[in-house]
């Protein structure tokens, strides 16, 4: 009866172990990243974005993890319950497990690695640079440092670098230059302006940054370049088509060479693009304090 009572929990503790937990909870992550970098991209292309149902999908997986962690809770309580508790139970041979893993048909395949879109994303580039070659493994690991890699291709006008810098990023960290980008892009148009700028100044900062636009991004459409000034001039966006969408990978892209190009405007480095992140946030905090002191006064 003892061989049985073993076997028996031995089986019960394998059915906890194969119960997908890891995997469900990597895919509820993977979701809420998705989620994320899906608006983005909505964002840029001017279409709504599906988030409330893929917010929805993600807690569902959440909940269907939190419901696995409870079986294998109530498997642990029917070992203590048949008067074998688990800790009377000698664990698994990991090692065997592991050797056989790949022929044993009812234990889960080796995670594979987060699916990428760095074909999207670098072939887009190579179109918009009109330059090609190899694709670097290894380049900026956030947002932040690929624009600053970005705007000291600029100067230069050295397109095969932004190229470079360019595909050999994860398509996350390269659209979501359309989130960081803006920012700095409107405070420069500021300086190079004298002031905040308004739709009145877009035709001369179209006129300043629209010749070195086109010196490193041959393939871009104007319009693209039109619509991420009027947003940092405050101006209405360009008229389109109805099914006329401005491509994510070109917003992107674009944010970023517009903020190199006011950078040497204004005859700032690219390595003040971190004085010019600073100099920003203080002015945002002095806008904050000054509303803040508009709305007691009233």
Not at 39 to 46: E, H, N
Not at 131 to 140: F, H, I, K, L, Q
Not at 191 to 204: A, C, N, Q, R, T
Not at 243 to 253: G, N, Q
Request: with cysteine; net charge negative; hydrophobic share 45%.
């Amino acid at each position: 009866m003892s061989s049985l009572l073993h076997a028996l929990a031995y089986r019960i503790q394998e059915v906890g172990e194969e119960l997908p937990v890891g995997q469900v909870a990597t895919a509820a992550d993977r979701l809420r990243t998705a989620n994320g970098l899906l608006a983005w991209v909505m964002r840029a292309s001017a279409t709504a974005a599906p988030t409330p149902t893929l917010t929805a999908a993600g807690e569902h997986l959440d909940h269907a993890a939190g419901a696995m962690i409870a079986a294998r809770e109530a498997l642990t309580g029917y070992l203590v319950s048949i008067g074998l508790p688990r800790d009377a139970v000698p664990p698994p041979d990991k090692d065997w497990h592991a050797a056989l893993a790949p022929a044993a048909p009812r234990r889960p395949a080796a995670e594979a690695g987060p699916p990428t879109l760095t074909h999207f994303w670098a072939d887009r580039v190579d179109e918009l640079t009109e330059r090609s070659g190899s694709r670097p493994e290894r380049g900026a690991e956030s947002t932040v440092d690929l624009l600053h890699r970005c705007a000291k291709a600029v100067p230069d006008e050295d397109r095969a670098r932004l190229r470079r810098e360019l595909v050999a990023v994860d398509p996350a960290v390269g659209l979501a230059l359309s989130a960081v980008a803006p920012a700095p892009l409107r405070f420069l148009a500021a300086e190079l302006l004298g002031h905040p700028p308004s739709k009145e100044d877009l035709p001369s900062v179209r006129k300043e940054v629209l010749p070195r636009v086109r010196k490193l991004l041959p393939a871009v459409e104007e319009v693209v370049v039109d619509e991420l000034l009027a947003r940092a001039c405050y101006a209405p966006p360009p008229e389109r088509k109805a099914d006329e969408r401005t491509h994510p990978v070109d917003a992107a892209v674009t944010a970023a060479v517009l903020v190199g190009i006011l950078l040497r405007a204004t005859d700032r480095e690219p390595d003040e693009l971190a004085k010019v992140t600073e100099e920003l946030r203080k002015a945002e905090e002095r806008d904050a304090k000054e509303r803040e002191e508009k709305e007691r006064r009233g």
